[in-house]
């Protein structure tokens, strides 16, 4: 995903010299992204050959996929169900805090349906009545882990 681009000098009717582009690259496989960052230099590097401009690529941050706990997961599963709730198990592309707390300790996470599936949007919304249930899910996943 190419989420920020930097154009110097940044004018308008004047041809960029210099393009800072970020690239963010997820998976739940290191190994899927170590094969997709070589195929995404390897193109950069063909362009470069092919429009006569030098590119060059540099790591800015090095973040591992964060498995969630299968215990966690199943505790999740669980508060959903014994709360009449409906639920599915998603893998999650998007960073999250959970990604350095699995370093910590064991991580879940509890998804919490959005207004027309609009998710990292300024324009994502979830019903009060959701956010009640994501609640009591964590607040049941709490009392459970406090338990053992």
Do not use: Y
């Amino acid at each position: 995903m190419v989420g920020q681009l930097t154009v110097f000098p940044n004018a308008p009717n004047v041809f960029p010299g210099r393009v800072e582009m970020t690239v963010e690259l997820r998976d739940l496989s290191e190994a899927k992204v170590a094969v997709l960052g070589e195929a995404v230099k390897a193109r950069g590097r063909e362009i470069a050959v092919a429009t006569d401009t030098k590119m060059t690529f540099q790591r800015a941050e090095h973040i591992l996929p964060a498995l969630a706990d299968p215990a966690i997961q199943a505790l999740v599963e669980s508060a959903a169900k014994s709360s009449g709730l409906a639920f599915m198990h998603l893998p999650s592309g998007a960073g999250h805090d959970a990604q350095l707390l699995a370093k910590l300790g064991p991580m879940g996470m509890i998804f919490v349906p959005s207004i027309a599936g609009i998710s990292h949007s300024p324009k994502e919304l979830s019903t009060w009545s959701d956010c009640a249930n994501g609640a009591n899910v964590l607040l049941a996943i709490v009392l459970a882990v406090d338990r053992d």
